[in-house]
């Protein structure tokens, strides 16, 4: 053997007989991993809230600040002075005390004005009383009791109509008002508002009852 002679070294081999193909991640790549995952989870996050805010908006609006029209009728009444005349001599004179509702379903106060109902007996006046201002707590349905006088003394004469109705003793009668006002929804947020009432209704003369009352 010659003492120069040089031997070829080569790598050893893995212990475990493979041989490593890649290098692990570096600590930056998996950091930029992980912030972009909290990023997209921070995305999620805020999509699902915001998605959850426009619910309860819209939900607040279509109930909460929706304003509905009050509802405004006659509901019964009783009588103090009930005379009537006959077929032959028609007429009548009635002292009545209308019971009336107002219905608020509104989630806030509606405040109204002063209004006058009128009550008409075949389209020809023959009685009025007013109403006075005041309000009706939000969701609620106040009543109120309103003295009338009815007369036919403004009536046409003669009154043929009229002889038929006490012939039957039933006495047509209708009623109406204007109710104005505005209802309060927030202490900042207010809207007019305003209802009619439009009511049919009889007097039953045998019974001095008001009955078969229809408001629209």
């Known amino acids: ?26 600590d930056s790549d998996y950091s ?26 819209v939900v607040f609006t279509l ?3 929706k304003v509905r029209t009050p509802k405004f009728r006659v509901q019964s ?7 009537v005349g006959t077929p032959t001599n028609p007429a009548f004179d009635l002292s009545m005390n209308a019971r009336v509702s107002i219905k608020n379903a509104n989630f806030g106060t509606f405040k109204y004005q002063n209004t006058t109902m ?6 020809n006046p023959v009685g009025q009383a007013a109403i006075p ?14 003295a009338v006088k009815l007369s036919s003394a403004n009536l046409p004469t003669p009154n043929s109509q009229l002889g038929t109705d006490l012939s039957i003793r039933l006495l047509p009668l209708t009623s109406q008002a204007e109710l104005k006002g505005k209802v309060a929804l927030t202490f900042i947020f207010k809207k007019k508002k305003e209802t009619q009432m439009n009511c049919s209704m009889e007097v039953a003369v045998a019974s001095q009852q008001l009955a078969n009352i229809v408001c629209e």
């Open 77 to 83: 009444a009783t009588f103090d002075n009930f005379n």
């Open 118 to 123: 009128n009550f008409f007996y075949r389209g």
């Open 133 to 146: 201002k005041s309000s009706v707590g939000w969701r609620s349905n106040k009543k109120i009791n309103v």
């Open 63 to 65: 109930t909460i600040m």
């Open 1 to 26: 053997m010659v003492d120069g002679e040089q031997h070829a070294t080569y790598p050893l081999a893995p212990a475990n007989g493979y041989t490593r193909s890649h290098e692990p991640e570096s």
């Open 32 to 57: 930029r991993e992980l912030r972009q995952k909290k990023r997209m989870k921070y995305l999620l996050y805020f999509v699902a809230f915001v998605i959850f805010q426009t619910g309860v908006i």
